[in-house]
Every structure is written in C-alpha cells, then in structure tokens.
C-alpha cells in the first residue's frame, strides 16, 4: 500500500475540496502541484515550487467560485450546472530535499492511483520534467500533445537522464505512447541537430510556431485524432511572452491565447483528455497575474468543454 507525501494547500483551487489520499477521489478531475522533477541544479528544486498555489490564488482571486449558477461562454453554460463539484484538490506532492530525485516515483504514485479511478489529472509541475511522470501513471494506450519552444528530446544532460531537457525522450520510451504532437518549436535551446533526428526518426512529428502563425491553427486541429486519448502538456515557454511573460526562456512568436485553446477545446469537446500538464510557470516573474490566469483558463475549458461532452 503506497504512501501519498502529499501536501495540504492554504487556499484549494476553485475552492474544492481536499483530500490527500487521491484513492478517495471521486470527481471527475483532480488538481495536483508537483513543486519539481529531477534537477540539474539545486535552484531547479525552487524556481517553480509556487505554481500549483499560485493557481489557486489567481482563480480565488477572480472569484470563480460560485461556479454553479455564473454562466461561462468559453463552453456556453455553467461548470457545475448539476450543482455538484468536478474537481478535488490533491494538494502538492511533498519533495525530499536529500533524494530530490524520489520525487518521480512519488508523483508516479499519486498520478497512478488518480487514473487508475478514472480522474482526470490537472497537473501544476516545476519545470519541464514532469511529463514523463503523469504520462507514465496510465497504462491506457495514449497520445501526447506537447506545446513548448523546445523540443526536450536530450538523452541526458551531465548524466541526468529525467532533466527537463529529456522528457519528450523519455516519453518515446513508454510503450503506450503512439504519436507524439509537438507543437510551437521556435528559437534555439538545447537540441543539438542530432536531437532533432532522433526524434523525427521516432516518428514525433514537429510544427514550428511560425506554421502556426503562417497557415493557420486548423491544419493542427486535423492531426489529433480521436483513437486515443491524449495527455496535454504545455510548457509555458511554448506560449507566447505576452500571455505567458511568468517564464525562465522567453522567446517571442508563440502560441497565442486563441491558438492554445483551440487546441485545448478540440480535444475536450470530443473527452480525448487523460490529463493536463503545466510546467515552466515562474510565479516570482508574472506579470499583474497573467501567466496565472491564462493558467486558470485553460483549466477550466478542459473541464467545461469535457463535461458538456459528457451530458
């Protein structure tokens, strides 16, 4: 019987309920912060830690609390139009400062019992190391949608092979995975040319930000088949700076607020979302809230869009 390290938030997301045992769980969704994955360098451990309460924080702060009779046009109606909740707040996974690395396996636990319930997780990681942990949690055959400027296929970075520049990498390993959509590649990070061979030779197929901005978001919208599921992950950086300026690499030219959740919505109208992965958000840099509030939008409209999908 695995035991949860989790922590209980000050102020839940949406005002939910919390419960730290995610084996009790029983809406539709969960919320749950992971502070970090496994660092290269011992700031990794903090520069991140806040994002999950910092999202709380901003939907407190714009009042989306009464979610039961405030009409919403995102998705033409109500969140809780039955009055019932959908969300469960799980609080943050607990790290351990002496095996920061533990912290894989303690997410693994907690994302595992969460969607062996059939909860839907929606995930507030540290930076970009995160994925590999909820996508690895299923043992349903998926897809991975990744938004980010960076491509993350690096096997390892000074011998550390779960960084946050690995995880597209580590994901190809999963044997459940089919396609991986990698979405708003721009700039220069850490991929080296041969990186970006490997993973076209995997089979990732790569759209740079400026396909998106010359042709148009319904060319992607026509690749995301329904046969699977599929988890989204979003690495702030892939946003573009003016909706997203809460990043450590931002690079203008990328996605814009229309453009994400277009891609968001067209996979929740149609209930094709496992879970929801945020990461790269650097509270100590927002700006008036906004990265955290585009946060909070993009999580509703999973919920929104999935639950109408449902009734």
Do not use: K
Not at 69 to 79: E, P, V
Not at 273 to 295: K, N, Q, S, Y
């Amino acid at each position: 019987m695995p035991t949860f390290h989790l922590r209980a938030p000050d102020q839940p997301f949406l005002e939910s309920e919390v419960l730290l045992d995610p084996r009790q769980v029983d809406t539709p969704y969960a919320f749950l912060g992971i502070p970090y994955g496994p660092p290269y360098e011992p700031e990794d451990l903090v520069v991140c830690a806040g994002a999950a309460d910092a999202v709380r924080a901003s939907a407190h702060v714009m009042t989306y609390r009464d979610l039961s009779h405030h009409y919403n046009f995102d998705w033409g109606g109500a969140l809780y139009e039955d009055g019932v909740p959908t969300v469960t707040d799980c609080g943050d996974v607990i790290g351990d400062d002496t095996d920061p690395d533990s912290i894989w396996e303690r997410g693994l636990d907690v994302t595992r019992a969460l969607a062996g319930r059939g909860v839907t997780p929606l995930v507030l990681g540290g930076l970009d190391a995160i994925p590999p942990i909820i996508v690895g949690a299923f043992d349903e055959p998926l897809h991975v949608l990744h938004i980010d400027s960076h491509l993350d296929f690096r096997e390892e970075v000074g011998g550390q092979t779960r960084g946050y520049s690995s995880p597209i990498r580590r994901i190809r390993e999963l044997v459940h995975v089919g396609r991986i959509v990698q979405v708003g590649l721009r700039g220069m990070g850490s991929a080296r040319p041969s990186d970006v061979a490997d993973a076209v030779a995997a089979g990732n197929e790569l759209v740079a930000a400026r396909e998106i901005h010359e042709h148009g978001i319904a060319p992607i919208l026509d690749r995301l088949s329904a046969d699977r599921r599929w988890v989204i992950t979003i690495d702030c950086d892939g946003l573009d700076p003016t909706i997203a300026p809460a990043v450590g690499w931002p690079e203008p030219g990328g996605l814009t607020y229309p453009q994400i959740s277009a891609l968001v919505r067209s996979l929740a109208e149609r209930d094709r979302v496992a879970a929801l992965v945020v990461t790269e958000f650097r509270p100590d840099l927002d700006i008036a809230g906004i990265t955290a509030m585009h946060i909070v939008r993009l999580l509703l409209l999973v919920i929104g869009c999935q639950r109408r999908s449902r009734s």
